[in-house]
């Protein structure tokens, strides 16, 4: 039986008996009695149980902050752990943004406060001068109802006033090396059959031989099975620890991000060459969710209301698969065969994605209605992506979420539209014909007819911004009626 080792507070922790779905805020509370860390949703939405990761990265270290409450522990394995607890000094003084939080009134029932302070305290050890667009994103996974937020934020706008501690980086670092694992050395735990390879080959081997097995990799999703659904993972693979897994490549073709490539970095990559992705990128999920999920695992999730499809399925992004030593690749959206189910076979896994490197002339959008700007799951969700030859339509690809059981294109739009002009008739056509391509539901989010006419006033929308007479700036626009 293997051990789960990591760093907390500068000391080893080892675990030799370990339940694979036992989360990190469990063994908070319960085993160490750090009662600081809070459950209050237990599916990643609060931010009550933040707690702080840090891994190596090159030469340096990555601080992020993550959800304890749907964080296995056995994924803590090779890092180094930082709770509300482990921020005070030795000589019992608080951390600078723990005494920044006192001095500006910045909590009062105190029950979201420790998840405050970690998300701060990751905003702190990664940037030196936060502006208040840097605080409203690092605090967008946590939840207060007492402050109104203003004392929270003018705490986190005075916290880099105050003296710094002293760090010891290059000591952990050197703890973080000591705990790395060579090729070949995964961890496997007896209980529950759980499964972390360090290597792409292993990982495929242990798919074939585990075909039923569940595949791990943020769990942001598979957290919520457990904690929620009660969900019994009888064996888990995960895919953290596999190197390759966690590279992103560019080239002058293509960008290919990796299966275990977390959110925030796929993000950063894709906003970097696609900037129009940016928003969409602000407004997935929470900073603590994005630190912890990966694209790839959003992607193989499938949700017919996941953000990050549309706007891939529309740049003609394209899906690697492995089975054992077999590889194909396909078009995203040929990945989707009906609600929750793809073409995978038993024992595949996704082993990266590959996006087109950007064209010059190429117009893209995308839009994402919600009732709340920030955490919030998309009623539409919309990607427009257009190559025009002067004012006619080259091509056109539509691609939406939230309108069908699968991410899908709007095939009939697209025929319509391609090859004719880029103007008010045609738009305004193509504006009816996306009721037959979908048949969207209601539900508590949005109802079917919300749906149809903000789609087909996104298109407009889309029109307005990319018209070659006077085009008009992307903020200027927010809402119209379907005409007619």
């Known amino acids: 039986m293997d051990t789960v080792r990591f760093i907390l507070d500068g000391k080893l922790v080892e ?19 750090r009662t600081g860390s809070k459950e209050g949703c237990a599916e990643g939405d609060c931010g009550a149980c933040t707690v702080v ?20 522990l056995p994924t803590l394995d090779g890092k180094a752990l930082f709770t509300v607890e482990s921020l005070k000094a030795a000589d019992g003084s608080l951390h600078p943004v723990q005494q920044s939080m006192v001095d500006y009134h910045g909590s009062q029932c105190g029950f979201c406060t420790p998840g405050f302070i970690m998300s701060m305290y990751a905003l702190y050890k990664n940037n030196s001068a936060p502006g208040r667009g840097d605080i409203d994103d690092a605090l967008s996974g946590n939840l207060c109802r007492c402050t109104g937020y203003r004392p929270i934020i003018e705490a986190c706008l005075h916290m880099v006033d105050y003296p710094a501690p002293q760090d010891n980086d290059q000591d952990l670092r050197k703890q973080l090396l000591g705990l790395r694992r060579a090729a070949g050395q995964s961890l496997e735990l007896e209980r529950g059959r759980y499964y972390a390879p360090t290597s792409v080959d292993e990982l495929a081997s ?137 073409v995978m076979q038993a024992g595949e896994f996704i082993e990266a994605i590959e996006i087109p490197a950007r064209d010059e002339h190429l117009e893209l959008r995308c839009y994402k209605l919600s009732k709340r700007f920030d955490q919030d799951i998309s009623a539409v969700c919309a990607a427009f992506a257009l190559r025009l030859d002067g004012d006619t339509v080259n091509e056109i690809r539509i691609a939406l979420g939230g309108m069908a059981a699968i991410p899908k294109r709007a095939l009939l739009t697209e025929k319509l539209l391609t090859g004719g002009k880029w103007d008010e008739s045609s738009v305004t056509a193509a504006m009816g014909k996306l009721a037959e391509d979908f048949t969207p539901l209601s539900d508590m989010r949005a109802s079917a007819d919300y749906r149809g006419r903000a789609t087909a006033n996104l298109l407009y929308r889309f029109y307005l911004e990319t018209r070659s007479q006077q085009p008009l700036d992307s903020e200027a626009v927010n809402v119209f009626a379907v005409p007619g």
């Not at 190596?56 to 964080?71: E, F, S």
């Open 15 to 33: 675990i030799d008996d370990v339940e694979p779905t036992r989360s990190v805020l469990q063994y908070l509370r319960e085993d160490l009695r």
């Open 53 to 72: 990761i840090a891994e190596l990265t090159g030469d340096g270290i990555r601080y992020r902050a993550v959800n304890a409450c749907i964080q296995f």
């Open 206 to 342: 242990l798919c074939q031989q585990h075909p039923s097995a569940q595949i791990l990799a943020g769990g942001t999703d598979v957290g919520l099975w457990v904690t929620k659904q009660l969900r019994e993972l009888p064996v888990i693979i995960y895919l953290g620890n596999v190197s390759e897994l966690g590279q992103i490549k560019s080239s002058r073709d293509n960008i290919e991000i990796g299966a275990a490539v977390t959110l925030s970095d796929a993000g950063d990559a894709i906003c970097a060459q696609y900037p129009e992705f940016s928003e969409m990128f602000r407004r997935f999920a929470s900073v603590p969710v994005r630190n912890a999920g990966t694209l790839v695992g959003n992607i193989a999730n499938g949700s017919p209301i996941g953000d990050s499809m549309p706007v891939l399925i529309a740049i003609k992004t394209w899906v690697r698969l492995r089975h054992g030593d077999d590889v194909r690749e396909m078009a995203l959206e040929d990945l989707y065969l009906d609600y929750m189910k793809n």
